[in-house]
């Protein structure tokens, strides 16, 4: 496709239930990322792919939050045993810049997650 | 990890006016500072970036100053137009060279 697609665009789940948000990147980025972006604030960062490896997972919040790529394309970001602090708007970012040249990231349009 | 700090949170300007957001950053290893605007439930897009080997871009109506020493940079737009509305987050890439840092955002309004 022509950019970043996300999905879903909203999802709404009770607390303690198991979430999955899908990111497509735009073809041939090698980078992908996760943020998260609450209500007011910026968006913040989550976790790093290069190709199918996670260069950088520092900003996961605990271990109930995993991302994959296994074939260094579409990423799926896991969220176990969701709590009602996980609501946000989900953002999932890719970049044809690799290694340690940080340039311009495409976001996509998010995914809102409510854990009521 | 990285702090940024942006301010003002809000800005209201005439139509014509300058708007300018100022944004300063804690790790002396970055040196990547993009600046993304996101309209209502959009996505942000990058209107600018600068490295820090430059202290000065310009591109039409936006510019963006760096300060490396004082670890600051700001985003200058001139001739404001009803549409520049939006919020306006800063950044600066992390000590990994991987992520970018987001400011917490200026809500910009511009008025006709």
């Known amino acids: 496709g022509a950019g970043v697609s996300q999905t879903p665009s909203n999802k709404v789940t009770e607390k303690g239930k198991y979430v999955e948000l899908r990111c497509d990147p735009i073809?041939?980025?090698?980078?992908l990322y996760w943020y998260r972006q609450s209500l007011g604030q910026g968006p913040e960062f989550l976790i790093y792919f290069q190709g199918t490896g996670a260069a950088d997972d520092s900003g996961l919040p605990n271990d109930r939050f995993f991302a994959v790529r296994p074939e260094g394309s579409v990423s799926t970001l896991k969220i176990q045993r969701t709590e009602r602090g996980d609501s946000a708007v989900y953002l999932c970012?890719?970049?044809?810049?690799?290694?340690?040249?940080?340039?311009?990231?495409?976001f996509g349009e998010g995914s809102r997650l409510t854990v009521l | 990890g990285e702090n940024v700090e942006q301010h003002p949170s809000t800005l209201s300007v005439q139509e014509g006016d300058s708007a300018v957001i100022k944004c300063t950053y804690s790790?002396?290893?970055?040196?990547?500072f993009p600046w993304y605007k996101q309209e209502l439930g959009k996505r942000p897009q990058l209107i600018i970036d600068i490295r820090s080997n430059v202290g000065e871009k310009k591109d039409q109506r936006i510019a963006v100053t760096l300060n490396k020493t004082a670890k600051h940079f700001s985003l200058h737009i001139t001739e404001t137009q009803p549409e520049d509305s939006a919020v306006y987050f800063c950044?600066?890439?992390?000590?990994?060279?991987?992520?970018?840092?987001f400011g917490k955002g200026t809500s910009l309004l511009v008025t006709p």
């Open positions: 950044a600066a890439s992390s000590n990994s060279g991987y992520a970018l840092n």
């Open positions: 790790d002396s290893a970055s040196n990547y």
């Open positions: 970012a890719s970049s044809p810049f690799a290694g340690t040249s940080a340039g311009e990231l495409f």
């Open positions: 073809s041939g980025h090698t980078a």
